[in-house]
């Protein structure tokens, strides 16, 4: 792991899969909505729009993320915008082989603007990014690949 600053959330991670497999939990409603939240509407476009949610917490109420797509560049980089409440920030993947797997550096930038004091805001980040990435992330990424081989053995 990456050390952040109070403006930035910035963690690396490496997995056993290759890149396009990597790409394909970063861009589809339906793997985002198993790993990160549940998504509607992403596309790895440009100017694209979607919205994720989030349930209600300890003592807190669910709400959404609203995202636009500012940055594609498959399958290496993904930028988009993340406003919920006070939180306005940007959240880029960048993706590089790494022998037979691939290296995801995100960064979650932009807490400094966020309203009043951001520590919390980062720091919650900071622990949802890690649990994201580290827990969730890789049992997708092993539901992807077997999906991909038995396509694969499929279509000859």
Not at 13 to 32: G, S
Request: net charge negative; hydrophobic share 35%.
């Amino acid at each position: 792991m990456i050390e952040s600053s109070s403006d930035a959330v910035v963690q690396e991670v490496e997995y056993a899969h290759p890149i396009d497999v990597v790409w394909t939990a970063l861009t589809t409603d339906d793997a985002i909505s198993q790993w990160l939240m549940p998504a509607s509407g992403f596309k790895a476009e440009v100017g694209a729009k979607f919205t994720m949610a989030y349930p209600d917490g300890q003592g807190g109420r669910g709400g959404t993320v609203d995202c636009e797509v500012l940055n594609v560049d498959e399958p290496h980089r993904l930028t988009y915008t993340w406003a919920s409440g006070p939180v306005n920030t940007t959240v880029t993947y960048h993706l590089a082989s790494a022998g037979n797997g691939t290296k995801l550096r995100l960064e979650q930038v932009g807490f400094d603007s966020t309203e009043g004091d951001s520590k919390p805001f980062r720091n919650g980040a900071e622990g949802g990014w890690t649990l994201f990435l580290q827990k969730n992330l890789p049992g997708v990424l092993d539901s992807l690949a077997i999906l991909r081989r038995t396509e694969v053995l499929r279509n000859g």
